[in-house]
T-cell receptor, first 116, second 115 residues
Framework: AQKVTQAQTEISVVEKEDVTLDCVYETRDTTYYLFWYKQPPSGELVFLIRRNSFDEQNEISGRYSWNFQKSTSSFNFTITASQVVDSAVYFCALSEAGGTASKLTFGTGTRLQVTL | EAGVTQFPSHSVIEKGQTVTLRCDPISGHDNLYWYRRVMGKEIKFLLHFVKESKQDESGMPNNRFLAERTGGTYSTLKVQPAELEDSGVYFC?????????????FGEGSRLTVL
C-alpha cells in the first residue's frame, strides 16, 4: 500500500523567509511518480511538479525547489524568499507509474501562512 | 478556457437525505476523476472515468455512492442516503486524452455537510 506523510500540519513564516515543506512516502513499487499540488484559498488544487522515481535530480523553478532523496523516501519542497501569495495548503502525492498514473495518494497537506 | 467547474459549492443536508454533486470538466478532456477529502484527512481517490466508462472505481466507499458520466461530458456523484461520515470536500478533476501522469486539473470542490 502507498502512503504519504506530511508531518507539518501548519507553518507560519514572515515574508522573505525561506521555508521547507517535508514529505515522506512509502511504496512497494519500484517505479512511481511524486507530485506537489498547491491549494490556494479559492479551493482548487494546482499542479506544481512531477518527479519520476528514476530521476533524483533536484529541480528549481524560480523561488521553488524540490529535493528528492530516494534513500530517505523524501520529496521536500522549499520556497525561497516566501511571499504572501505563497500562502496556501500544499499537498504531496504519490502514484504508481503504470496505467494512467493519475490515481494519486495524497498526504494530509501542510498549511503555509506567510505574513508581512 | 473554462476550468473544471463543480456545483454546488456547498451543500448542507440531513442524514438520510440524497445529494447530487455535478462536475463539468474542461472541454475535450476524456478523463474525469472524483476525489474526496474528509475533514483534516488526506484527499482520497474515488473513481476515474474515461469518457462515459468507469476505468477505476476502486475508491468508492460503498454502494450509497453512484457516479455517472452520461455522454462522456459532465459527471454526477450521488450520495443516497447520506451519512454523517460522508461530510467532506468532493473534488473533481479532469485531464486530456493523452495523459501527462498525475497532471490533473482540479475544480474548487463541493463541500458536503451532513447533519
Amino acid at each position: 500500500a502507498q502512503k504519504v506523510t506530511q508531518a507539518q500540519t501548519e507553518i507560519s513564516v514572515v515574508e522573505k523567509e525561506d521555508v521547507t515543506l517535508d514529505c515522506v512516502y512509502e511504496t512497494r513499487d519500484t517505479t512511481y511518480y511524486l507530485f506537489w499540488y498547491k491549494q490556494p484559498p479559492s479551493g482548487e488544487l494546482v499542479f506544481l511538479i512531477r518527479r519520476n522515481s528514476f530521476d533524483e535530480q533536484n529541480e528549481i523553478s524560480g523561488r521553488y525547489s524540490w529535493n528528492f532523496q530516494k534513500s530517505t523516501s523524501s520529496f521536500n519542497f522549499t520556497i525561497t524568499a516566501s511571499q504572501v501569495v505563497d500562502s496556501a495548503v500544499y499537498f504531496c502525492a504519490l502514484s504508481e507509474a503504470g496505467g494512467t498514473a493519475s490515481k494519486l495518494t495524497f498526504g494530509t497537506g501542510t498549511r503555509l501562512q506567510v505574513t508581512l | 478556457e473554462a476550468g473544471v467547474t463543480q456545483f454546488p459549492s456547498h451543500s448542507v443536508i440531513e442524514k438520510g437525505q440524497t445529494v447530487t454533486l455535478r462536475c463539468d470538466p474542461i472541454s475535450g478532456h476524456d478523463n474525469l476523476y472524483w476525489y474526496r477529502r474528509v475533514m483534516g484527512k488526506e484527499i482520497k481517490f474515488l473513481l476515474h472515468f474515461v469518457k462515459e466508462s468507469k476505468q477505476d472505481e476502486s475508491g468508492m466507499p460503498n454502494n450509497r455512492f453512484l457516479a455517472e458520466r452520461t455522454g462522456g461530458t459532465y459527471s454526477t456523484l450521488k450520495v443516497q442516503p447520506a451519512e454523517l461520515e460522508d461530510s467532506g470536500v468532493y473534488f473533481c478533476a479532469s485531464s486530456p486524452r493523452r495523459i501527462v501522469p498525475g497532471e490533473l486539473f482540479f475544480g474548487e470542490g463541493s463541500r458536503l455537510t451532513v447533519l
